[in-house]
């Protein structure tokens, strides 16, 4: 037979006290003139663990509690597949915090898709009711979902970058601008003066960011930008080799042993005749027999400290009674950026000189293109 579940109104007539009374109990604390007593709250709280009764954390919320649930809602796929795990470190950050914070976490994975993205509008807004803020992470999210939460007041971090009007919109994101200008900076020492970029020319912030960065550091040694569409891998390295460019930085987005391989193929080694610099961690996992230069991304530190400022918020809209006075945090709380790391790899080399690369170039066609001697000393019909 299915076990009875223990209700408020059990608790209150195991204790002798009235349903508002165990209320009272469960929140902490009592309305102005009311005043519970010690021996009444032990009553309470012996008749809770006799009854094994636990309050239903939705109905809480309903009345105005909170939780102590906070939720993690992307715009993309979350879990894993065909080896891209986008994700994963965020979660790991998240879940670290929330371990530390007390907290639970509570995964949105149910809103609608719309055009290959989810979507929080029609029910999604009652769903995310149940927790008492929201991370929000994705490369494509709704400005206008956005905007919706920041007008109704409720809390909410973007786990990166994020530019709103006014400001209002808290996150914790990655200086990709000071990182990418960083590489720029390690390849000029090194030499190299015909620099490309190999990435997508997207609108969102991460890529506007990167892009950024790499345009003020070629301007400030007055250097032209190159940039290469990778698109099609063998075409993009193709361009790489005509354009002669010694050092290429490539976005996330890529394959960097993609392109590793379709540069070779033209007689391009990496790095010996051309540096490739990564922009943060590849999307997609390589082989691990090359250690790539350029700069990480700290994913699981900026989901914990997402959701470190997310309780922050939730703390200070319990307090005040209303989630807009959480922008009384101060700026350097409400907008983190974080540094990312430098990764000492091996596929930054020192800029060969050009009539060296391009004798290489001629040397790797010949040997292409030659017959083949046969082992008699006579040219192989077969070349």
Same mark, same amino acid.
């Given at each position: 037979?299915?076990?009875?579940?223990?209700?408020?109104?059990?608790?209150?007539?195991?204790?002798?006290?009235?349903?508002?009374?165990?209320?009272?109990?469960?929140?902490?604390?009592?309305?102005?003139?009311?005043?519970? *007593?010690?021996?009444?709250?032990?009553?309470?709280?012996?008749?809770?663990?006799?009854?094994?009764?636990?309050?239903?954390?939705?109905?809480?919320?309903?009345? =105005?509690?909170?939780?102590?649930?906070?939720?993690?809602?992307?715009?993309?796929?979350?879990?894993?597949?065909?080896?891209?795990?986008?994700?994963?470190?965020?979660?790991?950050?998240?879940?670290?915090?929330?371990?530390?914070?007390?907290?639970?976490?509570?995964?949105?994975?149910?809103?609608?898709?719309?055009?290959?993205?989810?979507?929080? *509008?029609?029910?999604?807004?009652?769903?995310?009711?149940?927790?008492?803020?929201?991370? #929000?992470?994705?490369?494509?999210?709704?400005?206008?979902?956005?905007?919706?939460?920041?007008?109704?007041?409720?809390?909410?971090?973007?786990?990166?970058?994020?530019?709103?009007?006014?400001?209002?919109?808290?996150?914790? =994101? !990655?200086?990709?601008?000071?990182?990418?200008?960083?590489?720029?900076?390690?390849?000029?020492?090194?030499?190299?003066?015909?620099?490309?970029?190999?990435?997508?020319?997207?609108?969102?912030?991460?890529?506007?960011?990167?892009?950024?960065?790499?345009?003020?550091?070629?301007?400030?040694?007055?250097?032209?930008?190159?940039?290469?569409?990778?698109?099609?891998?063998?075409?993009?390295?193709?361009?790489?080799?005509?354009?002669?460019?010694? !050092?290429?930085?490539?976005?996330?987005?890529?394959? @960097?042993?993609?392109?590793?391989?379709?540069?070779?193929?033209?007689?391009?080694?990496?790095?010996?005749?051309?540096?490739?610099?990564?922009?943060?961690? @590849?999307?997609?996992?390589?082989?691990?027999?090359?250690?790539? *230069?350029?700069?990480?991304?700290?994913?699981?530190?900026? =989901?914990?400290?997402?959701?470190?400022?997310? $309780?922050?918020?939730?703390?200070?809209?319990?307090?005040?009674?209303?989630?807009?006075?959480?922008?009384?945090?101060?700026?350097?709380? #409400?907008?983190?950026?974080?540094?990312?790391?430098?990764?000492?790899?091996? $596929?930054?080399?020192?800029?060969?000189?050009?009539?060296?690369?391009?004798?290489?170039?001629?040397? *790797?066609?010949?040997?292409?293109?030659?017959?083949?001697?046969?082992?008699?000393?006579?040219?192989?019909?077969?070349?």
């Amino acid at each position: 037979m299915p076990r009875h579940r223990s209700t408020q109104a059990d608790v209150a007539a195991m204790a002798g006290v009235s349903q508002s009374t165990v209320s009272f109990v469960l929140n902490g604390n009592a309305p102005i003139g009311v005043r519970i *007593s010690e021996e009444t709250r032990k009553r309470v709280l012996d008749a809770i663990r006799i009854t094994g009764y636990s309050a239903n954390p939705v109905a809480q919320s309903l009345a =105005g509690g909170r939780n102590q649930i906070l939720g993690v809602f992307t715009y993309e796929t979350t879990f894993p597949r065909g080896g891209r795990d986008f994700y994963g470190p965020f979660l790991v950050g998240i879940e670290h915090a929330a371990e530390q914070v007390g907290v639970d976490i509570l995964l949105f994975t149910s809103a609608r898709v719309v055009d290959g993205k989810r979507r929080l *509008s029609r029910d999604g807004w009652q769903r995310l009711g149940i927790a008492d803020g929201c991370l #929000l992470l994705g490369q494509h999210e709704d400005q206008g979902e956005l905007q919706h939460l920041l007008d109704t007041n409720y809390p909410f971090v973007f786990v990166g970058k994020r530019i709103s009007e006014g400001r209002l919109l808290p996150y914790v =994101g !990655a200086d990709y601008i000071t990182a990418t200008t960083r590489q720029v900076e390690h390849l000029i020492a090194s030499g190299h003066r015909r620099i490309g970029y190999a990435g997508p020319q997207s609108a969102d912030q991460s890529t506007l960011d990167r892009v950024e960065g790499y345009r003020q550091a070629m301007r400030a040694h007055g250097l032209p930008p190159r940039f290469v569409d990778l698109h099609d891998v063998p075409v993009g390295a193709e361009e790489i080799a005509e354009r002669r460019l010694t !050092a290429i930085l490539v976005a996330p987005e890529n394959s @960097p042993d993609e392109l590793a391989d379709a540069l070779e193929a033209r007689g391009l080694r990496v790095p010996h005749d051309v540096s490739m610099l990564l922009l943060g961690q @590849p999307i997609h996992p390589g082989r691990a027999s090359r250690r790539w *230069s350029g700069f990480t991304v700290p994913r699981e530190e900026m =989901g914990a400290r997402a959701l470190v400022l997310l $309780s922050r918020i939730v703390e200070r809209e319990a307090a005040s009674g209303r989630a807009s006075d959480a922008t009384a945090l101060d700026d350097a709380d #409400l907008h983190q950026i974080l540094d990312c790391p430098d990764v000492d790899g091996d $596929s930054l080399a020192p800029a060969r000189d050009a009539d060296d690369r391009a004798q290489a170039l001629t040397t *790797s066609a010949s040997t292409e293109t030659a017959p083949a001697a046969s082992p008699e000393g006579t040219l192989s019909d077969h070349a």
